[in-house]
């Protein structure tokens, strides 16, 4: 139980990372790679502000910010320096690499004494329901996991609450219209640079914000814990697509938590199966080329055979 | 109220492909005027239409549009005087949203957007009215995706877009080029009746003669580059198709002239 609640936990913080991703990749299809950078980023900012005592809604927040400023960086580079987005989204995150030992002042920093948004979560839930184990569902549960849990869920709810919102504004439409048809917003009055730059600065808000709340769940902040999470966040909006089979945007911001949420806990189960953690980022890897390219070749296949008959 | 004076463009400059796209063109055009450029292919009648709307960078000359100098605007700022309808049925619509939300984005074309819904349930009734006039059926879709409709269905779509709030001017490139006929008079007719219904100062761009001489108060016919007629008032009225294809004809001529003439007289003195 405590393995599959620890999946679950890990799997909805990072299903903010997901809807970063999904905003990158799938409103604007630019593969912004500055997320492996920008989770590292919000992680190190916070945890270094928690060790000198800032309140933790507050280091929290500074962790978004940072994220929201890398993004904006990428977001320059590309559309006023006219630099490929790739390339753009590479260099921002090589630059946050040392960016990060410089706030963390060293490779890693464990958060063992400092109060964090987790364990005042733990606090208020022992307020609620007294000190010891909770039980949910007949489990006996570790209080500090359940606080993380309900932590990482509301913070989920609410930003995809958010996001879903503000799809649906004058400016939340006007961002997925310059995703979708660049001229089209372009002729109706829209800066598509300044869409895209604002886009990519959300999008690695939420990335970083991600990054902060796991540095607060795990206990630590690692230089090294940003890398391949770009493909993780990806595999979590695949996964979801492919979950909700829609392309609705309230109901893919749903599938895109799903898929992170799935996602964690299939990689769980199978490390507990006998997977070695070494080969985990290989296996993402193939699993998200399978994904992008299942889909097209299945179709491929169809229309084929559609012929031949 | 529009001023083009003096306008040139050299695409590749400097390469062996360069291209003198528009060389030092200038025109003006009356509120309300009606105008349709013609031209042989490559000629820049297309890139005359996108000079106007800001799409790249001029070298030399100015435009302006009800008295403001437009020349260093980039497009997305000229949108708020401009209405544009694109030959591409692809071009001027989101495909991936639905007829709602784009027409709420033309709603908006040129004012700033903000954090209200973007489509209130004031707009909604007014969309439904508006589209109505499409006679397409389209008002009972409003919540398809416009990438389910037809090329037809989304040119009377940008159409109905580019005109929703009055543009100073209305820019049409071409736009029944990829239609099949039938959807292309359509589109046509739509074209006439929002125009004198709002009185549109318009820049039409088409290819087709007959389009041409029943449409519009004035013809500008382009060549290479540069203005080569410019037909108004009654000499417009009294044109014909033909008349029409008699000027290419010549043009055709003359240059079929100049090519050899040019050789025999570069064998000759070099």
């Known amino acids: 139980m405590t393995l599959l609640l620890g999946a679950s936990t890990v799997g909805l913080i990072l299903a903010l990372l997901a809807l970063g991703v999904y905003l990158s990749f799938r409103i604007f299809n630019f593969p912004d790679i500055t997320a492996d950078g920008s989770i590292t980023l919000g992680a190190a900012v916070t945890a270094s502000l928690l060790i000198l005592n800032w309140p933790p809604a507050l280091a929290t927040l500074a962790g978004f910010f940072a994220g929201v400023l890398a993004g904006t960086v990428t977001g320059l580079l590309n559309a006023k320096f006219r630099i490929n987005g790739l390339l753009s989204g590479i260099l921002v995150m090589t630059a946050l690499y040392s960016i990060n030992l410089h706030v963390m002042g060293k490779s890693n920093l464990p958060l063992l004494e400092e109060t964090t948004l987790v364990t005042q979560s733990e606090s208020f839930l022992g307020m609620l329901f007294g000190p010891g184990d909770v039980g949910v569902f007949g489990w006996e549960v570790n209080q500090r996991d359940a606080a993380a849990l309900c932590l990482a869920g509301a913070m989920v709810a609410g930003v995809g609450m958010i996001l879903y919102l503000f799809f649906r504004t004058e400016f939340g439409t006007a961002m997925r219209a310059a995703g979708d048809n660049p001229q089209m917003i372009r002729a109706l009055g829209g800066s598509v640079d300044f869409i895209l730059i604002f886009g990519l600065a959300v999008s690695n808000g939420l990335i970083a914000l991600s990054g902060s709340l796991l540095a607060q769940y795990q206990g630590f902040a690692d230089v090294q814990m940003g890398i391949g999470m770009v493909v993780w966040g990806l595999a979590s909006v695949i996964i979801g697509e492919a979950l909700v089979g829609s392309k609705s945007t309230g109901i893919v911001i749903t599938g895109a938590i799903m898929g992170s949420l799935l996602f964690r806990l299939i990689v769980a189960i199978a490390l507990r199966w006998g997977l070695d953690p070494n080969d985990l980022k290989l296996i993402t890897a193939v699993f998200v080329f399978l994904a992008l390219v299942v889909p097209g070749a299945l179709a491929a296949l169809r229309s084929r055979a559609g012929r031949a008959r | ?270």
Do not use: C
């Not at chain 2, 009972?140 to 040119?155: A, K």
């Open chain 2, 1 to 270: 109220m529009l001023e083009v004076s003096g306008i040139g463009k050299t695409f590749h400059a400097g390469t062996p492909n360069e291209v003198f796209a528009l060389r030092d063109v200038s025109f003006n055009l009356l509120e309300g005027s009606f105008l349709i450029i013609i031209g042989t292919n490559g000629s820049g009648k297309s890139t005359l239409l996108n000079a106007v709307a800001g799409t790249f960078p001029l070298d030399r000359g100015t435009v302006s549009l009800s008295g403001h100098d437009m020349t260093k605007w980039p497009e997305h700022r000229r949108a708020k005087l401009i209405g544009r309808v694109f030959q591409n049925p692809y071009s001027g619509t989101a495909p991936n949203m639905t007829i709602a939300e784009n027409l709420a984005m033309a709603a908006r074309r040129g004012l700033p957007r903000g954090l209200a819904w973007a489509i209130p349930r004031t707009l909604r009734s007014e969309l439904r009215d508006r589209v109505r006039t499409l006679n397409m059926g389209l008002e009972d879709r409003l919540d398809n995706d416009i990438g389910t409709l037809s090329g037809g269905q989304r040119q009377a779509l940008t159409l109905l877009m580019a005109s929703w709030l009055k543009p100073d001017l209305l820019l049409l490139d071409e736009h029944t080029a990829a239609l099949d006929p039938k959807s292309a008079d359509q589109v046509i007719r739509l074209t006439h009746e929002i125009i004198k219904r709002d009185k549109l100062t318009t820049l039409m761009v088409t290819h087709s003669m007959q389009q041409a001489v029943r449409l519009g108060d004035r013809l500008i016919m382009m060549h290479r580059g540069s203005i080569l007629h410019d037909i108004q008032g009654a000499e417009k009225a009294r044109a014909r198709p033909e008349d029409l294809l008699q000027r290419f004809e010549d043009v055709r001529r003359r240059e079929q002239l100049d090519a050899p003439v040019a050789e025999m007289l570069g064998k000759t003195y070099v």
